[in-house]
Nanobody
Framework: QVQLVESGGGLVQAGRSLTLSCAAS????????MGWYRQAPGKQRELVAT???????NSAASVKGRFTSSRNSAKNTVYLQMNSLKPEDTAVYYC????????WGQGTQVTVSS
């Protein structure tokens, strides 16, 4: 099992920045990728950004150039730096770890006011 603890969500004005953190513990060997998904009210959960063990990144078109995922392997922590936030970025953000199965954090609310 993998336990994920997220932090860093909150309320922020449009145009400002926010950083999310997610620390993994437990069965953390053979992790293929870590990253972030989000789910807005009435919408499906969607990919935000992921980063593999090799450092390759993948992000949604809607956040390219604004959001950056990074990983500190020594701390088993993944970060999401969110810049130039928009009201449409409002959602619950979930940390994700990919092994032979997916593990999810409890989610952290990000609200962007206009």
């Amino acid at each position: 099992q993998v336990q994920l603890v997220e932090s860093g969500g909150g309320l922020v004005q449009a145009g400002r920045s926010l950083t999310l953190s997610c620390a993994a513990s437990g069965s953390i060997f053979r992790i293929n990728a870590m990253g972030w998904y989000r789910q807005a009210p009435g919408k499906q959960r969607e990919l935000v950004a992921t980063i593999t063990n090799g450092g390759s990144t993948n992000s949604a078109a809607s956040v390219k150039g604004r959001f950056t995922s990074s990983r500190n392997s020594a701390k088993n922590t993944v970060y999401l730096q969110m810049n130039s936030l928009k009201p449409e970025d409002t959602a619950v953000y979930y940390c994700n770890v990919q092994k032979y199965t997916n593990y999810w954090g409890q989610g952290t609310q990000v609200t962007v006011s206009s």
